[in-house]
């Protein structure tokens, strides 16, 4: 049986194959036909509204829904609980718990003041964005957990307005995912959509007859989604970093169960023939170790999972071999990860090392299925190396701060010379007049 895990030896790479490790996911969204093709899609959305909606429908989704139907109805809802299995209702309750709790720590530190010299005092006010368009996947299967993971921020937020997209389920004439109504009706969440992932997305952009106009979108997607949402900031909405396809990355030593890690790197990599999945290790025993681990538990994948999870590991992902703990923290922070796992001897020494990554999860009891479903820390993270300059989807995507300020007249007197100083060289005679005023009252 071949060895599943392609290995990569990190000190014989030059620097075009680095690359190539490093630079994945991207590709596919920024191809300029698909740029050009959705760009076209969002012009017809904002221009023609529900009825672009609608047509986008028929032809990506195969089904027929006039204007009136593209909002979910209360007898949707209803049969949505019938329909989700009770398990399943109360993992969603579960999640959204984990998921508000952890968002409500994010947004204790909200408002603050502080004085920085005497009679100056300057602080912030945190508030709730405007609005809201989530936009939730259903084209690989059902993703209520999504729904959990960037609805129960944008609610702990307070937005006021919050509007969800999603996809009919393939083949459903129309349909849209119960367990994600479930979701939303949790949440309190009833401005829910059914629309095509690109044509949703410009909907909630831009509004339409039945969609309302959300001044921020977000949400995980296909190339073609992430593109739309890379279209729509180009044309002033606000959005987040790229979520683009999953990808994970585990640093292991010897000290690591290797039935537990060749389990952990199949979790992310069964997404899609996109994802990616990496293990980074300076012990080639622990590679030889996994690979048959691997291979036995590959096996047992259905279609079109174990396909999908051969690339992952076989081809975008596999193993990288590094000299010691030190180069496999380079390299971990050179790749950024969407996850990230630690299972070494010393966890919290490798974790004092990490500075770019979407989620870091310490020891093998940790995996990525209870970060993605249940623990309440977010999921939704930056992936194709965003990490190293953005975050995950909490409360704080959701809010945004007010500057506020209060300087005494004793305080103004000081700062004044520096005013007029910086207001004379920059040529503003109205901002040194403002001062000049008050010092002669």
């Not at 997209?165 to 849209?176: E, M, N, Q, W």
């Amino acid at each position: 049986m071949l060895a599943p895990l392609v290995i990569h030896r990190w000190s014989e790479l030059d620097d075009e194959a680095r690359a190539a490790i490093l630079e994945r996911g991207l590709a596919d969204i920024f191809d300029p036909a698909l740029q050009a093709a959705i760009a076209e899609l969002v012009d017809e959305v904002r221009r023609d509204g529900d009825a672009a909606v609608c047509r986008a429908l028929a032809r990506f989704d195969g089904c027929t829904v006039e204007p009136a139907g593209l909002r979910v109805s209360e007898a949707e809802f209803a049969a949505a609980r019938r329909e989700t299995p009770a398990a399943v209702q109360t993992a969603i309750r579960h999640g959204i718990d984990h998921s508000r709790r952890f968002n409500e720590l994010v947004q204790r530190h909200g408002d603050w003041r502080h004085e920085l010299d005497p009679g100056l005092i300057v602080g912030e006010k945190r508030t709730a964005i405007a609005s809201a368009g989530l936009f939730v996947p259903s084209g690989k299967g059902s993703f209520p957990s999504v729904l959990i993971q960037i609805g129960t921020p944008a609610v702990v937020a307070g937005v006021p307005q919050i509007a969800v997209v999603v996809p009919p389920l393939p083949g459903s004439a129309g349909k849209v995912d119960p367990a994600v109504l479930v979701v939303a009706a949790e949440l309190g969440l009833r401005d829910v959509f059914r629309a095509n992932g690109p044509a949703g997305v410009a909907a909630l952009a831009f509004g339409t007859e039945s969609i309302p106009a959300c001044r921020k979108v977000l949400g995980p997607g296909s190339p073609p989604v992430a593109s739309a949402q890379l279209e729509i900031q180009r044309r002033g909405v606000s959005g987040m970093q790229i979520l683009a396809a999953s990808e994970s990355l585990i640093i292991a030593d010897d000290s690591c169960d290797v039935g537990l890690l060749a389990a952990d790197l199949l979790n992310e990599a069964e997404h899609g023939a996109d994802s990616a999945s990496v293990l980074v290790t300076w012990s080639e025993e622990v590679i030889a170790r996994v690979q048959p681990e691997l291979a036995r538990r590959l096996a047992q994948l259905p279609e079109p999972r174990r396909t999908y999870a051969a690339s992952a590991i076989g081809t975008i992902g596999g193993a990288i071999l590094v000299r010691d703990q030190s180069e496999a923290i380079e390299v971990a922070n050179a790749y950024a990860p969407e996850h990230m796992q630690l299972a070494t001897a010393d966890d919290e020494a490798v974790l004092a090392g990490i500075v770019h990554a979407g989620e870091v999860l310490l020891g093998q009891h940790t995996p990525f299925s209870a970060a993605n479903y249940l623990i309440g820390i977010p999921a939704s993270l930056p992936t194709s190396g965003y990490a190293q300059v953005t975050s995950g989807v909490t409360a704080a995507a959701f809010t945004k701060t007010i500057s506020i300020a209060h300087a005494s007249a004793a305080a103004l007197d000081r700062l004044a010379p520096d005013i007029i100083a910086l207001a004379d060289h920059e040529g503003f005679p109205a901002h040194a007049a403002v001062i000049h005023e008050r010092a002669q009252r």
